[in-house]
């Protein structure tokens, strides 16, 4: 079934009107019928089943069938601050941390990071992940489109968290030792709360940046004893953290 998202405002009385790109995929990509049923999400976490019952050139008018009750969202909200790689991995990472769940990606320029961007393609960027992660909880039938954030420092992003009263912040550091920090990271994984995850890019992180995470109050944690690439390791982490949350492993 094709899945689309709204904002609550286009929601009045049991219809839902469709506009902006998504009516010209619908008609001549989809080739959406009227009487076909598609689903509609407003982005706040309500999914409803429809019938589209009008498909102009500028709209598409639905009727309500029925509010979904099961939300595909984890009952908790995890970001990912995802230090930036290089060639186009930052879209591939984007696409499978919406798959997992993932509530928002912040990418993070860190010592190691090689790529750089000024403020036009930065913004360019922006605009190019975000459509990616919007694309990804479509095909994912997720209930909201997760936020890609603008790019921050390392320490902007540890302040963020601090800031925003993140009840978990962990950091993958192939030099942890042991698997303890691990299991009581794990441990406190529960509904409700929100936590943060930190990966390097391909250099991956350097001493001192540790030393900042764990004075902010950031914890390194193992990921295993196998060094992983940076666009393996956080989907390592939020495939642990999304196995904890819905099957309690």
Request: with cysteine; hydrophobic share 40%.
């Amino acid at each position: 079934m094709h899945h689309f998202f709204v904002t609550p405002d286009q929601i009045v009385e049991g219809r839902i009107r469709i506009v902006g790109p998504d009516v010209h995929h619908m008609r001549n990509a989809l080739r959406i019928r009227e009487g076909e049923k598609v689903l509609i999400s407003d982005g706040a976490g309500q999914d409803y089943l429809c019938r589209v019952l009008r498909l102009e050139r500028d709209e598409a008018l639905t009727a309500v069938e029925s509010a979904c009750k099961e939300s595909r969202e984890l009952p908790a909200r995890i970001w990912l601050f995802q230090g930036l790689p290089k060639s186009d991995k930052m879209e591939w990472i984007i696409q499978k941390a919406v798959e997992l769940g993932a509530a928002g990606i912040v990418p993070v320029a860190t010592k190691h990071v090689v790529v750089k961007l000024d403020a036009r393609k930065e913004e360019s960027r922006l605009r190019r992940w975000q459509a990616i992660a919007e694309g990804a909880a479509k095909q994912s039938k997720r209930s909201v489109v997760p936020k890609v954030l603008g790019i921050m420092t390392l320490k902007e992003a540890f302040a963020y968290t601090e800031k925003e009263g993140f009840h978990l912040r962990v950091i993958p550091y192939e030099l942890t030792e042991g698997m303890e920090s691990t299991k009581k990271a794990l441990s406190q994984v529960e509904p409700g709360r929100k936590m943060a995850v930190f990966i390097g890019p391909e250099g991956g992180f350097d001493e001192s940046e540790i030393e900042l995470a764990m004075d902010m109050g950031v914890e390194p944690v193992s990921l295993g004893r196998r060094i992983l690439r940076t666009e393996t390791a956080g989907l390592v982490a939020l495939s642990a953290l999304m196995l904890r949350l819905e099957g309690g492993i």
